[in-house]
């Protein structure tokens, strides 16, 4: 440490999939940190400058000192960080570990932690793959985050830390779990501005609750924030809202896990955005099929929500059942037209490969999607790969029978749900679940053309919405953000 003040430096590892979006997380850790006594805080976004590098070129995974992790580790160390801190999703693994030992190899000696989706679900195998890694954050990181730089600048245990594991003579030690942050509002507000002029141009998205009650055995969203649900106040949000609409932005993405969980909540957001004159923005929200009630699809139209998302998974009800999804897959298409008819727009979420799916289960998505293309014109189908990730009841089935079938320290950058299956859990041979994969994706992508074409007709306003964010997407790439 410099003059007794401790230098943070928060950095998004390059992944190619998050290039769009701001990232939120690293947002409410750079404001809580900010508003520290003795602490600077900067921010690296391996994202951004990911874009100099094409996504479909894959010799950045492979190639431990790749241009763009030497390019990264650089730029991490011009600001002369105390302390260094990786944003993790289990895709991130493999450039965290490769920019860590760049980092140790260039000589820096101060303290490189790590925080997020993957490290939770692993902190033991995540500190034993990277030596580089002092220490991890486990759940939510704003007030462990606050609490480990006040025992750097003390130089005092991190042992009385709550929801950490680091080493500690040549031990890994785990303290207990922290709680849950009770009061959200208490919360700062993320920071939304960076220096980086290009930022201006990326979606804005926030969270108004945490957690989803539901047990979804694909998904490991619980890992961090369990299935208790905390809500933000409606006023709260509108507070949020207003900040990112006096950056420029019309158009704002609320992802909770399950916006539309409480009708009390989602009528105390709404009154709040129509009393405070934010209804002249667009919305977007994430749903389930089985809390769109006729009073939510009110709400959400009189706070303007564009479109709304739903995890539909599966055509087959008992497949429902065995993913404990639980949907009742003959309200699925009715739900979405009454949706779509109120002038929301959708998009339907389906997984091609769950564990033990069979061809004959399978023909049952290609059915429903069949359906949905048919009768519902505002939806769009999104298809994409089971992917078991740490922490879910996929990944126990996926290593009970295939053992250690990815190493995320070493091949992450291939391991997302938009990528072909590395590991089949089905009843389907891999030949089947390729080719009839391939059939419903393509399927599902030619009538979404179609959909999007027609939905254009019916809505123009949409048409200069979409050429604005492209027009603005070329000159972020291709310009530098200079207009």
């Known amino acids: 440490m410099s003059s007794g003040t401790l230098r943070v430096t928060l950095v998004r590892p390059t992944t190619f999939l998050n290039t769009d979006s701001h990232p939120l997380n690293i947002g409410y850790i750079f404001s809580v940190l900010d508003g520290m006594e003795n602490v600077s805080v900067h921010f690296v976004d391996g994202e951004r400058m990911g874009l100099n590098h094409s996504s479909r070129d894959s010799s950045a995974g492979r190639e431990p000192n790749h241009v763009l992790w030497r390019d990264l580790a650089a730029e991490i160390l011009k600001t002369c960080p105390d302390l260094i801190a990786f944003s993790c999703y289990s895709v991130s693994m493999t450039p965290v570990r490769y920019i860590g030992s760049i980092l140790r190899q260039r000589g820096f000696q101060g303290k490189i932690w790590a925080g997020g989706i993957h490290v939770t679900s692993s902190y033991v195998e995540t500190l034993e793959k990277i030596p580089e890694i002092d220490g991890v954050v486990i759940g939510e990181g704003e007030v462990t985050i606050r609490e480990l730089c006040l025992a750097l600048l003390a130089g005092g245990p991190l042992g009385e830390i709550p929801g ?118 667009r919305y977007s929200v994430g749903s389930r099929i089985d809390t769109m009630r006729d009073g939510m699809i009110d709400a959400l139209k009189r706070m303007n929500v564009d479109y709304c998302t739903f995890g539909v998974e599966t055509g087959n009800q008992e497949v429902q059942a065995r993913i404990l999804k639980k949907l009742d897959i003959g309200t699925v298409v009715p739900t979405i037209e009454k949706t779509n008819r109120s002038g929301i727009r959708s998009v339907t979420f389906f997984m091609l490969g769950h564990p033990d799916e069979t061809e004959e289960e399978l023909n049952d998505t290609f059915d429903l999607i069949r359906d949905l293309t048919k009768h519902c014109p505002d939806n769009q189908i999104s298809v994409n790969i089971v992917c078991p990730y740490p922490g879910t009841g996929y990944w126990n089935i996926a290593v009970g029978r295939h053992g250690d079938f990815i190493d995320f320290y070493n091949n992450s950058l291939s391991y997302n749900h938009q990528a072909s299956a590395l590991v089949n859990l089905t009843g389907m041979s891999s030949d089947v679940l390729v080719a009839r994969s391939a059939e419903i994706v393509r399927f599902s992508t030619l009538r979404n053309r179609m959909n999007k074409l027609k939905s254009s007709l019916r809505h123009p306003e949409l048409v200069f919405h979409k050429v604005s964010l492209f027009a603005s997407r070329f000159a972020d790439r291709f310009l530098g953000g200079v207009h």
């Open 164 to 281: 950490i594991a680091y080493r500690h003579e040549g031990r890994i030690l785990v303290t207990p779990r922290r709680s849950l942050i009770a009061a959200l509002d208490s919360l700062p507000m993320p920071r939304r501005t960076f220096p980086d002029k290009r930022y201006r141009y990326l979606e804005h998205i926030l969270l108004s609750s945490r957690g989803c009650p539901f047990d979804c055995d694909f998904c490991d969203s619980k890992n961090i924030w369990t299935r208790k649900v905390r809500y933000r106040s409606g006023s709260h949000v509108a507070r949020e809202i207003r900040q990112i609409a006096e950056l420029g932005f019309r158009h704002i993405g609320i992802r909770d896990d399950t916006f539309t969980l409480s009708q009390k909540h989602v009528d105390d957001v709404c009154r709040n955005i129509v009393d405070g004159r934010l209804a002249g923005l």
